[in-house]
């Protein structure tokens, strides 16, 4: 004879076997499971953005960028999810963004802002303007932190442009690009 899942292990063991499975649970197993996987989300946030908040004040990154948390704002940008976590909206953040170029793009991010990426691959677009120039989204205008949770790459072709002596700061990001290297070719 079978038993469920909750009535042989402890809680306290099965929410920690939940934590290396992260979103990959359906949250509707059972009220159970379902409350374990919601305790470990909500301590994974709390562990980043501690860690995210006290290295910001420990090791200021940039002496020329000065993040202040009560007059700067914090930009969530998660290409998986719709909204935030109810610990983002505790502390204020906004988003969640699926693409960093939203930002960007809407251009109301205030000077000494931190933009925070989640676990994704990132990209600059190129559109076309009225003179029917080719313009990436990735203009940068003001001085700026872009900071890494998980698994984060950024490719930077087409280029980003850092205008008006703007100062951009970039921690645990992976920076690639499209471009081909073709120096073989070289004589």
């Not at 087409?158 to 081909?180: G, H, R």
């Amino acid at each position: 004879e079978s038993m469920p899942l909750d009535h042989i292990l402890p809680d306290d063991l099965t929410q920690y076997i939940l934590s290396f499975l992260a979103d990959g649970i359906p949250k509707t197993i059972n009220k159970k499971i379902h409350k374990l996987v919601i305790k470990n989300e909500r301590n994974y946030y709390k562990r980043i953005y501690q860690t995210i908040n006290i290295n910001s004040k420990t090791y200021p990154c940039n002496s020329e960028i000065k993040y202040d948390e009560n007059k700067n704002s914090t930009w969530i940008v998660d290409m998986f999810r719709k909204k935030l976590h109810p610990i983002e909206e505790q502390l204020g953040y906004k988003g969640p963004f699926e693409e960093l170029e939203e930002i960007l793009q809407m251009n109301e991010y205030q000077e000494n802002d931190r933009i925070i990426l989640h676990d994704g691959y990132y990209e600059f677009e190129e559109y076309q303007n009225e003179q029917q120039q080719f313009v990436s989204f990735g203009h940068i205008t003001k001085n700026l932190q872009i900071i890494g949770v998980g698994d984060v790459e950024l490719n930077t072709e087409p280029t980003i442009y850092i205008e008006n002596n703007a100062k951009l700061y970039l921690e645990n990001i992976q920076i690639t690009t499209d471009e081909v290297d073709d120096t073989d070719d070289w004589d």
